[in-house]
């Protein structure tokens, strides 16, 4: 394919999201990446599609809207990727009365909850430690397997026209007249009048090739895994704690526990959030204080052998709301990155705000609060 | 204090090497007695050269600066300052010992490659045939055929022989004649001649006569099918013979156990028969500083180089001089594990012997169909992007038995050869033994 109608960089679910988009609005795409589908942030996530996480707000209306637009996604490609609405549990041990206000105010912004007593917290989680008083469930938390998304996403993508190309590097992004024209890579030379960055972590790279600026730094995170067990946790199960590190600009090390079983059977324990740059080594402490939460949240756990633990790094800016918009300077260059630990669920809401924007419609939300021109006086 | 982390051959001579001196020495090893793999755990070894063995244990056992320590798994190495801390688990707790040097001497395990019925029982790897017998003193079966590649078949198909098993087979899909691609290896290592002479005599008297060019290309009910191959290792059409056995040991060569070394951070590189092992100096270091490693990790060389090995490693890292007949001794070793591996090579026509059904992954029960699949149908092109769209190897054995298959035959379906870079990524697990999410968590500072 020598002349797109738009190039996407990055084969993660977000890109592919993207490239799928403009397909189905009539764009021929071409993807690229620097490795394999799904090699970067989405081979390294554990598939959440939350809503329980966000606090009101336009980050909030994203994911209840993406979060549909998962379900769409997924039949319009065709059931493949174990896409499940398997709802989230979210518990207090001892004052519930953030979470309560929490679940509140996101129930009046369209997120349904229903709040649990110690009876029927413990009916829905039946192996939950008893000292949980309390919680709230929230039906519409889903998951999906990420990498298997993408594969499929981007295989649509092309069966409709479109092309991919893998183990592509962008060595220069061509502008001319503040404009771009187009991308040199390691595999050849393609021109568009529209680029879409959606290399997550790596984005503020790409942006700078373009000669502009976008602040998003990695936040790694580990996430274990265990052997297949009998089906102990049926949701995705986290303490109310989990909303105030998501949240947190500390650079310092946080962990808090989400808890959920897999189709496979094994046992996922995220998620710790680190700001320590491309630092891949393991951290063994941090490991031993996932497993102490998750044995504390689920004691029956303690039997459980952990198999493995891998780790990832979550794209984050600094007031930690994703980036989906044209750039600031250079026209034609579009991002879609930044989405933090959240990717994953905000994919398609984030690839229609986009395709709405390329083709000048309204779209389902003001998506000014993600314009990357906030960021022209931001550094990190 | 060093700690040495494997009890076979290489970590037996290190320990020994470096108590001469009087340095302390923590062996831990996670078998109940010592001699590794090779010496199979036993007090007394018999077969070729067992003296060697006594002789060792022997040593080990009168050094007081040594201190074995048994079942003990080690499942992570952590560094602490300029310590090295161990974590292991011993009898159902968590445990751990700091010190400043580190020799690793983890050793190596069968390599298994897929065939229809690999994963049915009776189905076993030559290694896991010889440890039953050896370990448990069970025999796997009355009627045996062992199959595969290399000499390490021989002792195993003796070893079965003189326990009462009848050998229905013995059968090395690569033939001698390779050898003449190395006279200088033999001419380096005359003994070599002599254990060949000592398992052809045993062979004989349990009337087994070695077949080559041969593999068993399907196992089902107990009947293995025995095929003709070529030196692709493809089947040659219509020459298959069945041959009625309770079990088929088969096995092709070894991959060494990298883990420990790979949580260390030491470097890795792609050996000449595309084994990922650990890169070391003429002494045995590691990249990393005080971590000398020593034995098959280092290359798949055997139990004389491991020896030579450990030993090189116990004097470097105890501060004493290592002799330079000891280096030429090593060279003479190296230059034979070459020829060996010159000699037996994997040839990816073993990738046709499979069907769509056949499981490649057994831990995740993953068919061939669906390994293709991945690569054609989603566009997977490395081990890592089919792992995670098929599962394939994120079981209980984390990928140890198939992963270096699933690079092999997805590099084979996209017409490519496996990067380095990819073989040394599948060995990288940061939790070398399972432990149960109660211990890890207690062990929280």
């Not at chain 2, 009337?207 to 040659?236: C, D, M």
Request: charged share 20%; aromatic share 6%; net charge neutral.
């Amino acid at each position: 394919m020598k002349n797109p109608d738009a190039i996407v960089i990055g084969a993660g679910i977000v890109g592919a999201s993207v490239a799928l988009s403009l397909t189905n609005a009539g764009f021929k795409v071409l993807v690229i990446d620097r490795g394999a589908v799904s090699s970067g942030t989405t081979g390294a996530g554990e598939g959440n599609i939350l809503v329980s996480d966000k606090d009101p707000g336009p980050e909030l209306t994203l994911a209840l809207r993406s979060r549909d637009l998962w379900f769409e996604m997924q039949d319009d490609v065709g059931d493949t990727f174990e896409l499940e609405a398997k709802g989230g549990v979210v518990v207090a041990r001892n004052d519930d009365g953030p979470l309560m206000i929490l679940a509140s105010e996101q129930s009046n912004h369209g997120v349904t909850i229903q709040k649990l007593d110690h009876t029927s917290l413990h009916e829905l989680e039946p192996y939950l430690d008893q000292r949980y008083q309390s919680g709230v469930f929230y039906p519409q938390d889903s998951q999906c397997q990420p990498m298997l998304a993408a594969a499929h996403v981007i295989r649509t993508v092309v069966q409709r026209g479109g092309a991919f190309i893998s183990q592509a590097k962008v060595t220069r992004i061509l502008v001319n007249q503040g404009a771009v024209t187009g991308i040199e890579t390691t595999q050849g030379n393609f021109s568009a009048p529209i680029i879409v960055n959606a290399t997550g972590t790596w984005a503020g790279e790409l942006a700078q090739m373009a000669g502009s600026h976008l602040p998003i730094a990695p936040r790694k995170g580990f996430i274990l895994v265990t052997e297949p067990t009998k089906k102990y946790v049926f949701h995705k199960v986290y303490d109310s704690d989990y909303v105030a590190n998501v949240a947190s600009s500390d650079a310092d090390l946080q962990t808090s526990t989400v808890v959920e079983g897999t189709r496979a059977g094994t046992i996922l324990i995220g998620a710790s959030r680190e700001r320590v740059g491309f630092d891949g080594s393991m951290n063994y402490e941090i490991l031993r204080r996932l497993a102490a939460q998750a044995t504390s949240l689920f004691p029956v756990l303690r039997d459980v052998q952990l198999l493995r633990a891998y780790r990832g790094f979550r794209p984050y800016a600094p007031d930690h709301l994703p980036v989906i918009g044209e750039d600031a300077t250079v026209k034609g260059l579009w991002h879609s990155a930044g989405h933090e630990g959240a990717g994953i669920g905000l994919a398609p809401g984030s690839a229609a705000l986009i395709t709405d924007a390329i083709l000048g419609r309204e779209s389902f939300m003001d998506g000014s609060a993600f314009s990357p021109a906030r960021f022209e006086k931001v550094s990190l | 204090m060093i700690i040495v982390i494997g009890a076979g051959p290489a970590g037996l001579a290190a320990a020994e090497a470096a108590s001469r001196n009087g340095t302390d020495v923590a062996l831990i090893d996670s078998a109940p007695r010592k001699g590794g793999q090779y010496w199979r755990h036993q007090t007394a070894v018999k077969g070729y050269r067992s003296n060697r063995a006594d002789t060792l244990f022997a040593k080990i056992e009168n050094a007081s600066s040594i201190t074995h320590i048994s079942e003990a798994t080690v499942w992570s190495i952590e560094k602490d300052g300029n310590l090295f801390r161990v974590n292991y688990l011993q009898g159902g707790q968590e445990s751990s010992l700091t010190a400043e040097k580190l020799i690793l001497a983890t050793g190596a395990y069968d390599r298994s490659l897929p065939f229809p019925g690999w994963d049915k029982p009776g189905s076993m790897t030559p290694g896991a045939a010889q440890s039953l017998l050896k370990g448990h003193g069970v025999l796997a079966g009355k009627k045996v055929v062992v199959a595969g590649t290399g000499p390490f078949l021989l002792p195993v198909a003796t070893g079965l022989a003189e326990s009462g098993a009848e050998i229905v087979g013995l059968y090395d899909a690569n033939t001698p004649l390779r050898w003449a691609l190395s006279p200088h290896a033999l001419l380096l290592n005359p003994s070599k001649f002599l254990e060949l002479i000592y398992y052809a005599r045993l062979l004989k008297r349990f009337s087994v006569t070695p077949q080559f060019k041969r593999a068993v290309s399907s196992f089902s009910e107990g009947s293995a099918t025995i095929s003709r191959v070529n030196s692709k290792f493809n089947i040659v059409a219509k020459r298959d013979k069945s041959r009625l056995v309770d079990v088929v040991a088969a096995g092709w060569g070894f991959t060494p156990d990298l883990s420990l070394g790979g949580i260390v951070g030491c470097a890795q590189r792609v050996d000449v028969d595309g084994t990922t092992i650990f890169s070391v100096d003429d002494a045995q270091r590691s990249s990393v500083e005080n971590v000398w490693i020593a034995g098959e990790a280092t290359g798949i060389g055997g139990a004389d180089l491991s020896l030579i090995e450990g030993e090189i490693a116990g004097l470097s890292a105890s501060g004493q001089g290592v002799r330079p007949l000891l280096n030429f001794n090593r060279m003479r070793k190296q230059i034979f594990a070459n020829a060996l591996k010159r000699s037996y090579p994997i040839r990816d026509g073993w990738q046709s012997w499979s069907d769509d059904t056949t499981t490649i992954c057994r831990c995740e029960e993953v068919k061939m169909s669906e390994i293709r699949e991945s690569v054609t149908e989603l566009g997977a092109e490395d081990s890592r992007t089919a792992k995670l769209f098929t599962r394939a190897g994120m079981g209980l054995c984390q990928g140890r038995i198939c992963s270096r298959n699933v690079s092999e035959i997805v590099a084979g379906l996209t017409h490519c050869t496996v990067s380095d870079g990819e073989r040394i990524a599948s060995s990288n697990r940061p939790i070398a033994s399972p432990i149960s999410l109660g211990l890890l968590g207690d062990g929280k500072k």
